[in-house]
């Protein structure tokens, strides 16, 4: 007797631990012989000996989280998702406001020019604060993504077999974050992107946020399986595979723990790269030293520091019921798409200088923190936590200007990127000390200066020297 195949749209699947569970669950219902779920398309195609019941197909994905429902809709009809995803975004912007009355985003300004010992100690402590603040809303959505995963595939039903892949993530992130902190050390200049290129690597990595956002937020079901999984070259997995007469009737692959463990310490470490402000700070402080050694130690003290943080998130996840856990995801992914945005908005003030700042009148005289010195035109200015202060100073065109920059912390700010300024390229400001600059604005205009990274700007309006 033939056998009997269907297909079926499911609700709520938006990833690769999603269809493991699924494909885990339906394979037990009795006469099911083949399951294939695919996440990008929201359908599980099911082989089996008799005709599926579907009440009962229905009743097992509800238990585990999922709904029997139709072709994929732009935006989730479930008002209870888009309560909880109001709900996250308040939650996001208070931790937000709390870290900016507290003066927690500006801890990483108290990097100055301490001993190797000390820079170390400081990275960690840094760490700490990362951990339990934009680390935690950063990289939190990966934690939650390898969580959801291990719970499908788990075959340790002890505490510590549960806790284990957070152990791994975080080792891997250790080691991975001393590694690559050495290679920074070493080869910094040929890591550090400039101009248009690094303005496309932030929209390339914004738009990549935004879909794992999407994914872990499930606003909306038919972008959700765009997002992508991870490459296969993180790990050397072992597979188990029951044979088939084709791919339509294959099993899914099952990883081994090693190819879990190696698959999820790779995560850990790539996690380097993802765009946070402490990290990118004390990844500054680590390309200053030009030292290997040191900046390796520098860079796994710091990652160390955050690992109480992220332990965190995992034992909630452990310890959170299914409903709890989804409404982390969202939290999760509203913080992806909120570093998602910073991304954007930072990749345009590179892309097009002085965006916004156009219509403002033009002044009539050198701004305060300007002097004129025997001829030449003195222009101080302080970059601290926060940017640039003043915001935006005034010179006269055809008077040489010497720009003294005076470095408080050691934030993305201090990674200067000013060409038409006389700042040569991949400049980073030494915290407690003052750079000197010299140019002459041959014409009337507008100058305008950012850090690496585009988050912070500032400018210099050029006026006609009085006569």
Partial sequence: MAPYRSTEHVEGMTCRACELRIQKTVAKLPGVT???ASARSGTV????????????????????????????????RDPQLWRDVALSVVAVAALIEVARLTGLTRLAGSIGTPSAAGGMLLAALLGVAAGFSTCMAMVGGLVLAVSARHQVLQDDSSRAGRFRPHIVFNAGRVVGFALLGALTGLVGT??????????????????????????????????????????????ARTRRTASADDADHAQPAVESRSGR?????????????????????????????????????????????TTPGLLSIGGVTLAARQRSRERLFRL???AV????????SGALRVLVPGLGSAGASAPSAISKNVTVRDGVQVLAVTQGADGYTPQESVVYAGIPVRWEIRSTALTCAAWLVAPEMGVPANTVLEPGKTSTFEFTASSTGTLNYRCGMGMYSASVRVIPAPE
Wanted: aromatic letters at 6%; a positive charge.
């Fill in 45 to 76: 195609r099911i082989t089996s000996t008799t005709e599926i019941d579907r009440a009962r197909l229905a009743q097992a994905l509800s238990k585990v989280g999922y709904r029997l429902g139709g072709r994929r809709a732009w935006l989730s």
């Fill in 337 to 344: 798409l909120a570093f998602a945005i910073i991304n954007v």
């Fill in 190 to 235: 040929v890591l550090t992107l400039s101009g248009t290129a690094l303005a496309v690597a932030m929209l390339v990595a914004a738009a990549v946020m935004t879909l794992v956002g999407l994914q872990l937020t499930a606003v909306s079901p038919k972008l959700a399986g765009l997002a992508p999984t991870l490459p296969a070259w993180l790990t």
């Fill in 34 to 36: 083949s399951v294939v």
């Fill in 332 to 334: 999760a992914g509203v």
């Fill in 261 to 305: 463990d190696l698959r999820t310490a790779g995560l850990g470490a790539v996690s380097f790269f993802l765009p946070c402000g402490f990290t990118q700070a004390v990844q500054l402080y680590a390309l200053s030293t030009g030292s290997p050694l040191r900046a390796g130690a520098i860079m796994g003290a710091f990652a160390l520091g």
